[in-house]
């Protein structure tokens, strides 16, 4: 069976300073919405296919590639990085989003009319007295996990109790303990 198409028996050199596929581009713009209109309107209907990438540039910025991924309509036309993912550039330039998004459940970054608001999913706990139980409620809305240490900094052990997604009981043998628990 042979496949349609042209059949080349030796290397081809072409000379050129742009892409040989037009279609990745780069398409430029103002911003990124920009940059992404100009290039739906030149990737036209007949020329996309799920997995086309094409390189997009904000003026001065480096380029950003995007792809068709589960479809070729407009609304396939997204970032490539994975589910969710916002890569995040070492040269200062801004991450822009218009939603809710947390990073590997370290941190939580919210859009607040646009400044970030940065939290961290996490809850530091001390026990300034020693003590045989240390009763904490954390309101993280989870079952953390849990790392102890005493006021020297070593870590120590004790059995965990969940109460519930924010409270647990930490049990220490006699004579108990003070330090701190960090909750993540």
Request: negative net charge; glycine residues 10%; without cysteine.
């Amino acid at each position: 069976m042979s496949l349609p198409g042209i059949e080349i028996s030796s290397s081809v050199l072409v000379g050129t300073t742009k892409p040989l596929d037009s279609k990745f581009g780069p398409f430029e713009g103002a911003t990124i919405a920009a940059a992404k209109t100009e290039a739906l309107t030149n990737i036209t209907a007949g020329l996309r296919f799920e997995g086309l990438t094409a390189g997009l540039i904000v003026t001065g910025n480096p380029i950003v590639e995007y792809w068709f991924n589960g479809g070729v309509a407009d609304v396939n036309f997204v970032a490539k990085g994975g589910a969710g993912s916002v890569d995040v550039q070492e040269d200062g330039s801004a991450v822009v989003t218009t939603n809710t998004f947390n990073y590997k459940g370290l941190f939580k970054i919210t859009n607040n009319s646009g400044v970030a608001d940065i939290t961290s999913d996490t809850f530091v706990f001390q026990a300034v007295s020693v003590v045989t139980t240390w009763t904490i409620t954390h309101n993280l809305d989870k079952y953390p996990s849990v790392m102890t240490v005493n006021n020297s900094g070593d870590e120590i052990f004790g059995a965990i109790t969940y109460n519930s997604k924010n409270e647990l009981v930490i049990s220490f043998k006699s004579p108990g303990a003070a330090g701190y628990a960090y909750l993540n």
